[in-house]
């Protein structure tokens, strides 16, 4: 590969505090077969190396790559015809979606986030409705789209055996299938018992997997451990996947109190939070990602911080989903690490980190003098190092600094700074408050190209997105006109199963998240 430098007006080497930065003026990056040797001034760079090659110039901003730590799907449920409905619901309209390939899916999802500075996903597998919980050739048809794209990825499939799809105040979906008529009871217990497997046979199954990138690891491949949530892993389960983790030394990513029912669900069947219940399990730690934490209480938080629990914050899906609002300020005031993500449900359906930093800047800037929002520095770290930790790279990406990989975003500075910007203005407050994924220029990973002048280079969009579109219109199978005729039969009993468990507040108009 050689040896390449990236240039800009501005380098974003490092978030050092609240409001502070290590940024360099006319700097450089120099990277030698993928791994940083040197980060200075341009000029003296130019002048000490012998290059390839000079990427950039001063009309830009150099900063590391984002890290999506929190991604399911390339076609959104949204595409799929699934309206935006509380997170309960919405996981029933999904089931009317067509099966998708999944190497297409996640490869037309790697194509959007590259478009936005993505260099890293955490890569969150979701198997299809009765399915089964876990096959090997999808996975690593899906590993592959991400090798294929130039990204780097931190796989998991995304791991249950109970309740995946519904939980309430009232119970799961044993309960739920209880006041079902027997017919659709039936049909709903036969789309679900595939996935539903004793815990030994999961974990005895997903293990291949990670032994096999454990033995023959890949520099931009890893592959962690994701039980889907709490409620939806048997505590065998839960236990099962918390030793492979500590076996592999792999992070866990877990879905945690996404919705008040969650939380709900949680209070009845252990008679205190999932979080909680996790606790008891002896199953957090610092290798431990919780994703939302909408619905914490502040032991919960208390205890997150003590086990060194990480959150990711996915902002704009938790907004669409009616799911609420992660009370990131008091996860702040605690010290936790916050990462960010997509999820399924982005803002414009387009993995766009960007705009996610924006929104996650402006979400927690609640009325009042007494309480201090995140400041952008703060939020570009959530969406560098942060979520470089949190997706298992931490000791690779998330920085431009020496002997760290060079994955590396050059953004467009003129829609930022003109027609006038205040030169006091930091370049971090900049590209935070005014940038746009459209001025993403150029994206390298691993010190590749692999995306130039906005053209991605490893994928021909053009032939992806006729693929994709073919994909989707073919007509559906018998097994979809089934699973979408069973969705639309049981909508009128899931608004029943779930009314009323809400609590009232009198202390406000909306009602966000709770502390209690």
């Not at 080497?13 to 040797?37: H, K, M």
């Not at 032994?211 to 949530?229: F, L, M």
């Not at 690490?337 to 996610?356: C, T």
Request: proline content about 5%; charged content about 25%; glycine content about 8%.
């Amino acid at each position: 590969m050689g040896i390449t430098l990236i240039r800009g007006k501005y380098v974003i080497s490092e978030i050092t505090g609240p409001s502070s930065a290590v940024v360099l003026s006319d700097g450089a990056v120099c990277q030698r077969d993928g791994e940083i040797i040197d980060v200075g001034q341009y000029e003296e760079l130019r002048d000490r190396y012998q290059y390839d090659e000079i990427i950039g110039s001063s009309s830009f901003v150099v900063m590391p790559g984002l890290v999506n730590d929190h991604f399911h799907v390339g076609l959104t449920p949204f595409q799929h015809g699934a309206p935006d409905l509380p997170l309960e619901l919405w996981a029933f309209s999904r089931m009317r979606a067509k099966d998708v390939d999944p190497y297409l899916d996640h490869l037309y999802g790697a194509a959007l986030m590259i478009k936005s500075g993505t260099t890293t996903v955490q890569a969150l597998h979701l198997p299809a409705k009765g399915k089964g919980p876990f096959n090997l050739e999808n996975s690593e048809k899906v590993i592959q789209a991400y090798r294929e794209s130039g990204m780097r990825v931190s796989y998991a499939p995304m791991l249950a055996n109970k309740d995946f799809l519904l939980v309430g105040g009232r119970g799961g979906e044993d309960e739920f299938a209880a006041e079902l008529p027997e017919d659709l009871s039936r049909r709903f217990k036969e789309l679900t018992a595939p996935s539903y497997l004793p815990a030994e046979e999961i974990t005895a199954m997903v293990e291949d997997l990670y032994a096999k990138y454990d033995e023959r690891p890949e520099e931009k491949i890893r592959v962690t451990v994701a039980p889907s949530n709490v409620h939806r892993c048997t505590d065998n389960l839960l236990v099962g996947l918390r030793e492979l983790a500590s076996k592999y030394e792999t992070g866990i990513h877990i879905h945690l109190q996404e919705t008040i029912y969650q939380k709900l669900y949680g209070l009845r069947t252990w008679n205190k939070t999932p979080l909680q219940h996790l606790k008891d399990l002896d199953f957090l730690g610092s290798d431990v990602v919780c994703g939302h934490g909408v619905w914490v209480t502040d032991e919960d938080i208390e205890t997150m911080a003590s086990h060194r629990v990480s959150l990711c914050h996915n902002a704009s899906s938790n907004l669409r989903l009616k799911s609420g609002i992660a009370p990131v300020n008091y996860f702040l005031d605690k010290g936790l690490r916050i990462a960010l993500g997509s999820d399924e449900a982005g803002l414009n359906d387009d993995k766009d980190m960007v705009q996610e930093m924006r929104l996650a800047l402006n979400l927690h800037r609640v009325p009042g003098v007494d309480k201090t929002p995140p400041t952008a520095h703060q939020i570009f770290q959530m969406a560098t190092v942060n979520g470089a930790y949190a997706s298992s790279f931490g000791d690779r990406v998330g920085t431009l600094k020496v002997g760290k990989r060079a994955d590396i975003v050059l953004m467009n500075l003129e829609n930022i700074e003109k027609p006038y910007l205040n030169p006091e203005v930091s370049i971090i407050d900049a590209v935070v408050h005014r940038g746009r994924s459209v001025d993403i220029d150029t994206v390298l990973v691993e010190g590749e190209v692999i995306m130039r002048g906005r053209k991605l280079t490893q994928i021909d969009e053009e032939i992806l997105y006729k693929e994709v579109e073919d994909m989707m219109s073919r007509s559906p199978t018998q097994d979809e006109l089934n699973r979408r005729d069973l969705a639309e039969k049981l909508e009128p009993y899931l608004g029943n199963f779930l009314e009323g468990a809400v609590p009232s507040s009198n202390q406000t108009h909306y009602y966000y998240n709770a502390k209690y």
